[in-house]
Structure formats: C-alpha cells, structure tokens
C-alpha cells in the first residue's frame, strides 16, 4: 500500500481495472460456491476470498485480514499461487475494503482474532485459486478451438499443443477473455504432493516495504487537508466530562466526547498531545472508583472463591468425591494481574466525514466491525462509508476495539474535515481494555499409583463477553475458561466452574486470552501433582497423554529439544508445559540459571503441531515472538489500580524482553497435515508455567502468583 492508494477512494467495483479478473467465493449453506465474474465484486453475496489478476501478469490476493506481524498476507498469497500455478515472483497482495465480501470462512466476519487468518481462509483461498486457473485455461482453450482438458496452467501461463505446433498464452494476455466466463463451483484442486509454495519458508511479501520505511501503518497516514488531535481522558476509570474547558491558544478546537476532551491543531500529532496534557477539564467521578483498587479487586475475588455460586463449564463424574478420598491431594490456589496490550504502534485512526460519506484509515483488527462503527456514529448507509486498513504496528487484541476509532469519527464529524486522532503513551496504558486478573483454585486427588482421580477447577475472573453485552451475568465467560476446559489429560472425574468478578475495569481481548490465564494454572497444578507422586514432570504428562498420539508426539519433541533428560550445569534447571488450543498443540521446555529472587531465562526450546504448514518460517517466528511476550508477562507484567487510575503509564514502568533478557530460542514445526491450526496466539500461554516449573525445580519455591518479579524501572 502506498500513500496514493491511501488517497483514493476505494470502493469494491474500484478494485477492479481493466483486463482484471477477479474471482471470488461465497458461502452458501456452509458449502463453498464460485460467484464471480469481472462483476462479482459488487455482489452482496458472503465471498471470502479474492483474487485479482492483471494485464501486466501479476497476482494480486486481496486479503480481508489484519498484517500486525504475524505474515498472513504471504501465507495467504501462498496458498492462492500454489493453486494458481501462478508465478510467485508476480504475486503480491492488497488490503481488501471493508465489506461482507472479505469476510472469514469460518467465522464469518472480518476480523482478525483467535488465530483465524489462516484457519479460516485456507479452503476459500484454495479453491478461488483454482477457479481462476481453470477460467484462465478455457480462456485458452476457446482462443485456441482446444478443450480445456488439452490446456495446462504453469507458472503464470497457460499452454497447448495445437495442430502440433505448442501455443502458450500468459495469464495477463488471458485475464480479460477468462473474466467473461462462468466460474467453475467445484474445480480440481492440485493434489497435495504436487504444491510448489504450501509448506515453504517463501520470504515474507511485506518485509522490503517495512525494511525501507515504504509500509504504511496507520500513524504513517496522511491526508491532503488533514488536521492533527490528541485525547485526554478521565484519569479515573469511570469518570465522564462533567465541563468543557477553555480552548487553549494553539489549538483549532477542543471536542467534548464521552470520557475524554480531543485537542485539534493545524501542525503535529506532538503539538496536539503537548495541549491535551495541560488541559483542566471538570470530570464526574462515580462514588465507585474507590472500588477499582488492585487490593479491593482482590478481597473480593477472595470472597467469591469461598461463597459465591458458580456457573459450571464443565463436569464429568463426582471429583469432589474422589479427591476426598484420594491418597495424596492437592488444593493450590494461584493468581494472575490484569495486563495491558502495550502494542509498539499507539492507538490512532484518520477520519474524514462529510455530509455524505465517511472515509476512515485505521490499523485495525476489525474492519467490518469499524464500518458499522462509522455508520451508527454518523447516520450514513454502509454503501457511504470506505474503510482502509493499513498496517498494524502490533495489535494483540487492543486493535479490535472501537473506542480509538469511535473518537476520531466523532471529532472529524464535529469539524467536517479530515481528522488524524492519536493517543499518546500514557493514554494508552490508562485507558486499555486489559486482560483481566484471575483467581483459580486447583483441588486435585491421586491414588497410589500416581494416577489422577479427581480435578476441580474453580475461576473467579471478570468477564469480557458480560462487559460487551454478549452474555448473561451468570453465564460461563468462554474467554475466560478457556485453556482450563476440554484438557487433553481428560481426567476421569473433573469439574471447571467459573465465577464471574463484578469489578468493572474494562477488559478484552489479549494474545491468547483464558488460555494465557488458565495454562498457568493447569501447567502449575499438574507439576505441583507430579512432585506429590515422586514422579519426573515429563514422566507425568506422558502417562496423562498416553492415549493421545499427537499430543504425546508434541511434549516428546519439545523435550528432547531442550535436553529434558540430560543433566543441567549447577545452578540451572529446567521446566516444561503443554498447551492445546486454537487448533494446535505447543509444548515448551524452559531452562533457567541463577538462585531464588534472580534468575536470567537461558533457553526456550518449543514443539508446534499446527498441522497443514503454509510457511514453516512464519509458524517459527509465531512461536518466537510468543515467547517474547509471555516472558515479558510471567516475569514482569502487572497493571494496578487505585481508585480507578491505572499505574504504570508508560514502558519505564512495563518492563519489557530487552535483547540482554533474550535467552536462546529454538521451534520444531510438527507437519502432522490433515487440519489446519492457528499460531498466533498458542505460543504464549506455555511460557508462564514452563517458567515457574523451573524456578521451583531450581529453587524449591513454587510460585503461585504472576508476575514473578517487580518489574524493573527504565535503565535499570
């Protein structure tokens, strides 16, 4: 994406050119059917997938999810041109517009979240693939007075013997007579041992653009007449704008929003900022700030524990029963903070509305959901709004939300004139939607064998999907279970309850959500269970995986990575943990050197079965950029609260992984193929316990809270 594409005005017909073919997918009764032709990109059919075809010969996948880092756009292109037979030195991709058209296969929206990108669009992609291919040869086919079946697509071009005499066309000469014809519902799909691209580190298609500085992220965005605005909002959690305050001199103008005062200035995005800082608003603070205080949010967490009624999420079996009458039990009770996103790129959107339409540039994980944004803020039709999504800077879950873009939209309605709102650091840490705080109890029962026959789980933790409206009050919060339910262990007898926290700090979505919580926990609770039993960790999970050949297959791997069975230098050990989720296994061995209260992170050695591989490079750099942010979370991570004001407010005091914190990391991928599973998210949630196994192997303390340690100040 380039600064005049982000000028124009992108409509869906728009992305069509001449001599384009565009061929797309929709999803009808759950049953993948071609609809497109050169016209298709006006249907309102639900199509999933695009591709777009030039005169020039290049291919280009319009990609309906969000790029924050995580290389989907060139395993999504990847999977295009191996069914293409496209040339891949022609391939690239373009963001698509917010439309149903791009939504997920799977989910059937267009956002970018639970590791879906490649999950849901792998069919779709597969398939428009292969369509356009088959258009391209009976192109050929009736250029040449052939059948189709006599025509072969290789490369970017298709070719024939015809009268004895070979006759090859390029797809680029071909495109404007293949986008006339019918698109196949059901074409051939190229057999899996006969993929050129699916399955190889093929380099990332974004990586020259962000290496030169020509990627456009969203605080990269401009606009001709734009103007520039900070925020400033209530510092207490809770508070609204009781009073405007006076304009101050500099300033175009001050809008009065919901929480917040928006500065806007005729220069810089530092200007705006500078002014927001000194504003003196008047605010209206609710008696029940006094409520959001990190030590009160967990006095009541406790007293939930021991008295509330819990909704159940899952039960098999009597396990109080059996724990009861268990040889040797178990009854640990751990703790995690609230945790903020801290995404390199801060909070930004560019909006532009007039009477008559509304243009938005975001780095956003949910385009269609800021299209409906836009549309209830300002009383226009869908069909009047465009919205462009660019590069994301990190998104982490954070980017999902709609308050930063809800704010630009409103300020740029006040003025009528485009509008670039950022949020500056210290806002951003203030006013997040954080990963909640959790409180797990872990009752477990063995017999005399080691083998375990009881497990109870409960979880007080507010609930994200109740603050959105999207559940009851007594309802099981899946956010917040998962990772502690359907465990591959399957305990014969268990039960999960959940209890729902009321504190009302606004949570989200956070890389990996309940299960970056609840591995913690289960991961704990079940070293914990083989310390009780005599018995090695590894050992443990084997006999509890015994039936379960994949999972097995995954804990075995990243063990003999990190060396669990050979011996550790003096003052070093090692820790394990296993996760399941998101459609894939991970499991990750942790070795530590140092003593009790200082420790360095020496080795990070991980296993990944995700089945289908498209790029064997990206699913490695997954695991390893989870690893960095489930280090920095064990170790340091914390957000606290008093009287509904957030601390820290900016990196000084959320430490980081710095490269003198990076221990060595190595992945093994596990090609185990037959599904397709995500790994965005699942590398995080074994950090955390793989990293507490260690340090209590190596110091004989088990650690039941996180973080680990205080974070250390900046410099230090």
Not at 12 to 20: D, P, Q, V
Not at 235 to 241: A, F, I, K, N, R
């Amino acid at each position: 994406m380039d600064n005049a594409l982000l000028d124009a005005r992108l409509t869906r017909r728009g992305f069509l050119r001449a001599g384009a073919l565009v061929v797309g997918y929709a999803t009808l009764g759950g049953v993948p059917h071609a609809i497109g032709t050169a016209e298709a990109a006006g249907s309102s059919a639900l199509v999933n997938a695009w591709v777009r075809i030039g005169s020039d010969n290049s291919v280009a996948v319009l990609i309906g999810s969000a790029e924050m880092g995580q290389g989907v756009c060139t395993s999504l292109a990847q999977i295009v041109a191996d069914e293409l037979q496209a040339d891949w030195t022609r391939v690239t991709f373009e963001f698509a517009p917010a439309a149903p058209a791009y939504a997920n296969f799977v989910t059937h929206a267009q956002l970018t979240g639970g590791s879906m990108s490649v999950r849901g669009y792998y069919a779709g992609l597969r398939v428009a693939g292969a369509a356009a291919r088959e258009m391209l040869k009976s192109a050929a086919a009736l250029a040449w007075g052939v059948p189709a079946s006599a025509c072969t697509a290789t490369n970017g071009t298709v070719t024939a013997i015809v009268g004895g005499v070979t006759k090859s066309m390029t797809y680029g000469a071909l495109a404007p007579a293949a986008a006339t014809l019918p698109v196949p519902a059901s074409p051939p799909l190229t057999p899996d041992s006969a993929l050129r691209f699916i399955g190889h580190s093929l380099p990332r298609l974004d990586l020259a653009a962000k290496t030169t500085g020509a990627a456009v992220f969203g605080i990269d965005v401009r606009v001709p007449g734009m103007a520039y605005a900070a925020i400033k909002h209530c510092p207490q959690l809770g508070g609204t704008l009781a009073v405007l305050p006076k304009k101050p001199s500099g300033a175009t103008a001050i809008v009065g929003l919901d929480n917040a005062v928006a500065v806007v200035v005729e220069d810089t995005t530092w200007h705006a900022i500078q002014l927001a800082r000194n504003l003196k608003p008047t605010w209206t603070i609710p008696s029940s700030v006094a409520d959001l205080t990190t030590a009160t949010i967990m006095t009541e967490a406790k007293s939930l524990m021991a008295s509330a009624t819990p909704a159940i999420a899952e039960s098999v079996g009597n396990p109080a029963a059996a724990i009861a009458a268990a040889k040797l039990q178990l009854d640990a009770t751990y703790d995690v903070p609230y945790l903020a996103h801290a995404t390199l790129e801060p909070l930004n959107c560019t909006a532009s509305v007039t009477r008559t339409s509304c243009e938005i540039w975001a780095p956003t994980q949910a385009a269609g959901i800021v299209a409906q944004t836009a549309a209830t803020l300002t009383g226009l039709p869908l069909s009047a709004i465009t919205v462009h999504t660019t590069f994301l800077g990190g998104g982490l879950g954070r980017k999902f939300e709609q308050d930063f873009i809800a704010q630009a939209i409103r300020v740029s309605q006040a003025l009528m004139r485009p509008v670039k709102l950022t949020w500056s650091r210290e806002e951003d840490f203030g006013n997040d939607q954080y990963r909640p705080m959790a409180l797990a109890r872990v009752q477990a029962g063995l017999d005399a064998t080691g083998a375990v026959v009881g497990w109870r789980n409960r979880i007080v933790s507010p609930s994200i999907l109740f603050q959105r409206g999207w559940v009851g009050p007594n309802d099981v919060d899946s956010q917040a279970v998962d990772g502690a339910i359907d465990l591959p262990y399957g305990f014969a007898t268990r039960a999960v309850e959940y209890v729902r926290h009321t504190a009302e700090i606004p949570v989200g979505f956070w890389r990996s959500v309940g299960f970056s919580i609840n591995t913690f926990v289960v991961e704990s609770a079940i070293d914990e269970l083989a310390t009780l039993a005599g018995i090695d960790p590894l050992a443990f999970r084997q006999r509890l995986l015994a039936n379960d050949a994949r999972s097995l297959g995954v804990l075995n791997a990243a063990a003999a990575l990190g060396g669990w069975n050979t011996p550790v230098p003096k003052g070093h050990a090692r820790g394990i943990a296993f996760c399941e989720g998101f459609g894939s296994t991970v499991a990750q061995v942790i070795e530590i050197a140092g003593k009790a209260g200082s420790i360095s992170v020496v080795r990070v050695s991980c296993a990944i079965d995700c089945g289908t591989v498209i790029n064997p490079d990206t699913v490695a750099a997954q695991m390893e950029g989870g690893i960095v942010q489930g280090l920095g979370a064990a170790l340091w991570g914390k957000m606290t609260f008093t009287n509904g004001v957030a601390s820290p407010r900016n990196f000084n005091g959320y430490a980081m992984v710095r490269m003198r914190n990076m221990p060595q990391v190595a992945v093994t991928v596990l090609a185990s193929g037959g599904f397709v599973g995500g790994v965005g998210e699942p590398g995080v949630p074994p950090v955390a316990p793989a990293l507490a196994n260690a340090y209590a192997r190596l110091t004989g303390i088990r650690l039941r809270s996180l973080p680990m340690f205080t974070a250390p100040r900046s410099g230090d």
